[in-house]
């Protein structure tokens, strides 16, 4: 904490020495050329006059922040609750930018930072923080829209051949369904039973209406329990997994990132005659906003016939049977796993439901991942930017601590409802 406040301190002290040391390595990241760099400080100096030399402005400095950090869901008809595209949009919305960038609820990104770095992280470094800060601060200037600094292009790994599956129906939801009268978890049969055992590799969603689709899971429910599904095209009702404490999870998706990619020659087994579960989360910002329009999403699945060299498991610590009593806060439960053999551990999928407020994970006594503000909106799996994973030996162990705070007056028990609660961290794992 101390040395983040420090780093702070120097931007700002900079700043107003007049130096942009600090700001130089963000202009770098965002793809700007050294002369196109140049160019902005100089236009900046010269043309906005009413501001300070330094101060940010939307076409040199914020314009690619927004496009690369905060676009990829805040683009008309996305997920976002409104547009950031054009300076009147971020404009009119400075305060709330200022304020969701400096409490880290923007970009959504959970991880606590200095525990492990994560693949695709998406949190702003603190100069960026500090740009977005200074930029509301002195009124959101325009700067000179005739040199624009540079906007990093996006690349997006492609999946090979991907076979699209759609949800059964197009399906409506109903926010009404529960006391939140925002969110709707809708399960649904999408593949009835595969033929051949086969291998996910890798897989994204096209969402149908992506201003209410906040998250997507997939879950393969094996053979033997298929029967017990409900297979009506307009799904049912679920929330923290697909209804079946046999259904595996295989894939989560969220909005903003792209197409995920299982760790290389590694894959999951989904076995002959298996039925694929999606959930859908669907959402809506305005509780008063008009009736929703149907939806029909298409996930999309990098699968292979042949097995990769290394199957991959979603396995870990998790705890079972517990129950948050009534108005406590931060009451703790902690579960441990043992690695079942020696091999790789790629990355982790925290879970918990709604009263949950913390969860951290370690692995031996390393910090496996660290969430200290939890938002059950925002789960997703994280994976180690390590490119070998994290080898371990069989026998190590791995703990997960949930935190709850229950302010209702009943106690909560554990399970898949809304109203029930879970703690686990399965571990993206390789056996050797
Ligand atoms: C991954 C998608 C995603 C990204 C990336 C994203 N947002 Fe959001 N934003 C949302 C959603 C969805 C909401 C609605 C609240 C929620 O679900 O958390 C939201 C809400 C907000 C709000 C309303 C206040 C609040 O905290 O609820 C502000 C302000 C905001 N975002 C600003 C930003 C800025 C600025 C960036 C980039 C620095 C950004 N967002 C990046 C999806 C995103």
């Not at 200074?134 to 990093?152: L, M, V």
């Amino acid at each position: 904490m101390s040395s983040l406040r420090t780093a702070r301190a120097i931007f700002v002290s900079s700043a107003l020495l007049g130096c942009d040391a600090t700001i130089e390595p963000e202009r770098r990241d965002i793809g700007a050329t050294d002369a196109s760099r140049d160019d902005a400080m100089g236009d900046v100096t010269a043309s906005d006059t009413a501001h300070p030399a330094t101060s940010p402005t939307w076409w040199q400095d914020v314009r690619p922040l927004i496009s690369q950090h905060c676009a990829g869901c805040h683009s008309a008809g996305l997920v976002g609750p409104f547009a950031l595209d054009t300076f009147a949009d971020t404009r009119g919305k400075l305060a709330a930018i200022a304020a969701a960038v400096r409490t880290r609820t923007m970009p959504p990104w959970m991880p606590l930072a200095g525990c492990q770095e994560f693949r695709h992280a998406r949190a702003l470094t603190d100069a960026q923080i500090e740009t977005l800060t200074q930029w509301a601060n002195s009124g959101g200037p325009e700067g000179d829209p005739a040199r624009p600094a540079a906007i990093a292009p996006v690349s997006r790994p492609s999946l090979e051949a991907p076979r699209r599956i759609s949800l059964p129906s197009a399906y409506v939801p109903d926010f009404t369904a529960l006391p939140t009268n925002a969110d709707d978890y809708r399960c649904f049969v999408i593949e009835a039973p595969t033929t051949q055992t086969m291998y996910l590799t890798g897989y994204d969603l096209e969402p149908g209406v992506r201003a209410m689709v906040h998250h997507a899971n997939l879950f393969a429910v094996p053979p033997a329990s298929v029967a017990a599904l409900n297979q009506s095209p307009n799904g049912y009702s679920c929330f923290g997994g697909a209804g079946l404490s046999s259904a595996r999870t295989i894939g989560v998706w969220v909005p903003g990132t792209p197409p995920a990619r299982y760790p290389e020659r590694t894959g999951i087994e989904i076995v002959a005659g298996s039925a694929l579960v999606v959930q859908m989360h669907y959402y809506r910002f305005d509780p008063r906003a008009a009736a929703p329009p149907p939806d029909r999403s298409t996930f999309l699945l990098e699968l292979t016939a042949t097995s990769p060299p290394r199957l991959g498991q979603l396995v870990g610590p998790g705890v079972s049977g517990f129950t948050v009593p009534a108005r406590t806060r931060g009451h703790v439960v902690t579960g441990t796993w043992m690695t079942p053999s020696a091999g790789t551990l790629w990355g982790v999928l925290p879970h918990m439901h709604k009263l949950g407020r913390r969860i951290r994970v370690t692995l031996g006594d390393t910090c496996a991942v660290d969430v200290p503000s939890w938002d059950f909106h925002w789960q997703q799996a994280f994976f180690f930017d390590q490119p070998g994973g994290i080898s371990v030996r069989a026998g190590m162990r791995s703990t997960v601590t949930c935190e709850y705070d229950n302010p209702r007056d009943v106690p909560v028990s554990a399970g898949e409802g809304s109203d029930q609660e879970m703690c686990g961290a399965p571990f993206y794992f390789t056996a050797e």
